[in-house]
């Protein structure tokens, strides 16, 4: 069966054959960075354009309709527009820093592809403290927003990046810790190891109550995290315009705005990957027979078809919220998530010391 | 003192919201000195949009004038001119047709629900939910094509002129009128489904931008705004016009507050705009739809005034004669004016996220505040 494991295979062993060892690896990594950047742009203009044909049916509405069959090609025609818009820096800001921020939330955008498992044995770099790189690099993005926010000179800006700060922060704390229950469960970090300990089944199922709790917990924190509505305050166009990326035009702007799709896909894409077994298709125990018939459905549509559901989910949380204000945002986490969040931890670690899940 | 951009001298931040902003829905600018995201001071400054509508009307006929001031409210542009024509008709002292007064009541009532429609829409927006946005707008396109037959005109309708309205009514009026009923009836539930019970929203609105009954008296506040206090302030249940005192409906009382009792209100007060239509729509009598005038009309020499409910509140017009063919002196008195003054007060102490919503609930129209 043709799988995307042999099309690694078949390239890392005929770049073998045909160059010396380390010549194949910097032309394994030139590849690899070729296509983490192709994936980049393709999510990017894929994920705005569903994003805008999920408000369209949520607001009886058809969106984009114009350009190409279904207004596929409306999001490349306003890369286009944003490409040749003149990207203007402002007299007043820090230049240096206003140029530089978009490129440190693109980065940590990209570098978040790295562990992500896409499929059967398919996937960049199968580090052995995956989902620690993952909320380690996640929180990278914060550094970008405050530097554009401060750099900017703007003081919608500003509020917009001071809100950001106090957001991620904060929200990152229930989100690492409705992963470690996970990690509690595998006794492992690693992505691969997290994939395969759910054979036999997804955690969210053979996990009770509690990782349901955690489950609930992680989209909360990663909607958060995405700065998308409920909890997009730094941006919060109502109240501070653009928030933090007010100043910024073209294609700077553009990077912002991609990046926060990616961060997007890569938080549903950590969700699949814990809570609904990433690229494992859907066991059930025993079921011999049911399992074989699953495992037909390649890997690679097993694992986008769960990230592009959560996507959904996010989406219509966005289109049907309005937003929290920034006290209640604050309250939520540490009055409610948190304390949530740390006994549903103690939950799960007694269920998998006495081995009660499935 | 604040300076125009920087901070005072205390350390605070001076940040302008508007005059292009999207929370003011119109060119409305405050300068608001912040604490980190608490407001200490907020200053609305006016005169953006300001088109000297009163003097503009001092050099125009009686009848000329009255469709200057659909640019005022432009959401409730019957009822605008409803006042108008109500305050010549007074100086000329005619009595209009009972079809042509129904016909009134009928618009004035079918605008009020359009222009909360879009209040509901709008508030939502601000609080970050674009979705009912189009859903309040689903109802509303219904009622401006209902308008556009009758009045031809979609936003500023000069429709009701002195003696009586325009034209007569569309023949398909009264079934368009049903259908429109029956639409909304059958959709509202949606409005409380989506943002009435939704406890983000419940929590971003109770408490918030708390206004006593007594401030609201004390700085003029009308319509939703007043009611919402507690203040018993429609006009027209006080000084009623036209039929009204001939009509069964509740004046929509809420004593709450704050920006959830004032969304109470003109929720509910659609529900009793939506009672009015229906005992009005059967029972649209024959006859004239417009009383015998002079082709050019004169007030006799003296001061008249009349005031109306508005969408927003009260409006009142005042006309001072000198018995010519146009008015000496005219003046305005606009709900929004009134409302918006109250908001300094109503935000202190609260944060940004608290400005919008509590705007939001005043339902401000800028061109009716700076005319």
Redesign the interface.
Known sequence: MLSLENITNTIHEWLNATMNPSLALLSEFVIIGICAIALFAMLGLSLVLMERKV?AF????LGPNRVGPFGIFQTVADTLKLMMKEGLTPDGADKFLFNLAPFIVMIAAMMLLAPIAFARGFQIWDINIGVLFLSAVSSVSVIGILMAGWASNN??SF?GAM?SGAQIVSYELSAGLSIITIVILTGSLQISDIVNSQENGWWIFKGHIPVIISFITFLIAITAETNR??F??PE??????AGFHTEYSGMKFALFFLSEYINIFIACAVGATLFFGGWMPFHIGNWEAFNHIMDYIPSSIWFMGKTFFLIFLLMWFR??????????LLNLEWKYLLPISMINLLAVTLMAIMGWHF | MIEELGTTSEGY?V?NIGPQ???THGVLRLVMTLDG?TIIKTEPHLGYIHRSIEKMCESLSYRQFVYVTSRMDYLSSHMNNHGCSLVVEKGLQVEIPERAQVIRVLMDELTRVASHELWWGAM????????P???SF?ERETITDIMEETCGARLTMNYICPGGVMADLHPDFQKRVKNFVTLFKSKFHEYNE??TG?I??Q??MKGVGFLSAEDAISFGCTGPVARGSGVKSDIRKLYPYEVYNKLQFDEVLETGGDSFARYMVRINEMLQSIKIIEQLIDNIPEGEFQAKTKAVLKLPKGEFYQRVETARGELGVYIVSEGGTTPYRIKFRSPGFSNLSALPQMVKGS??????ATMGTLDLVIPDIDR
Not at chain 2, 124 to 131: E, N, V
Request: aromatic content about 12%.
């Open positions: 408000a949520m607001q009886l509405r003081k919608y509020l809100r509505a409920p997009d305050l919060a166009e109502s109240e501070l315009t289109w049907t919220f309005p937003r929290l204000r920034v006290d209640q | 931040m940040i902003h999207p929370a995201e939502a927006m601000d609080l970050g939910a674009f979705t946005f189009f859903h689903r989506l943002v939704n983000i929203f929590n971003r944060k940004i996220g608290d400005l919008v």
